[in-house]
């Protein structure tokens, strides 16, 4: 029982790993999948993957491959864009970051509070949650990286501020 509990622990950590992946639909709607596999399967080549710096490459038939763009039309309908996205796509990216963030401090906050009362715990238990931790702080100082990256980048454009909230 105890090995179960320890097995289950250390991969525990590997459930945390998501990846999100970002694309927009044909009515210029920003969507987020947790797996590529959710991803309709006509947008899966435009759809790209959070925190990668470059944007997923658009396959034009006449020209062959060239990095992904905004919308002419979607930049002459009256929107202000900026970077190529619009108010609503930096607010669900700023959103989606500060989510991420918070849930990775109550993943560790968590993990921490069962340090509380190791009287009931052996050393291998222990040892399994110290590991965790350290793996969670690093995954709060990866998401605190992304959010921060996103902020300067929002900066570098112009993007107002209450785009970000």
């Known amino acids: 029982m105890k090995r179960l509990l320890v097995l289950l622990l250390l991969l525990y950590p590997l459930s945390a790993v998501a990846e999100t992946y970002q694309w927009t639909d ?54 202000k864009v900026y970077g190529g996205k619009d108010e609503a796509a930096w607010r669900r990216e700023f959103l989606q970051a500060e989510f991420n963030l918070k849930n990775a401090e109550s993943d560790l906050a968590t993990l921490k509070g069962r340090l509380s009362d190791t009287s009931r715990m052996n050393r291998s238990d222990y040892l399994s949650i110290q590991n965790s931790i350290r793996y969670a702080e690093d995954r709060v100082q990866a998401q605190q990286k992304r959010l921060d990256q996103l902020r300067e980048t929002a900066d570098r454009l112009g993007v107002p501020q209450d785009f970000r909230k």
Do not use: H, M, S
């Open 26 to 79: 044909e009515r210029g709607t920003v969507n987020f999948a947790d797996e590529l596999g959710q991803v309709p399967k006509k947008y899966r080549k435009k759809a790209r993957r959070l925190g990668d710096e470059g944007a997923a490459p658009v396959v034009n038939e006449e020209r062959g491959v060239e990095p992904a763009k905004a919308k002419p039309d979607e930049a002459q309908a009256g929107k």
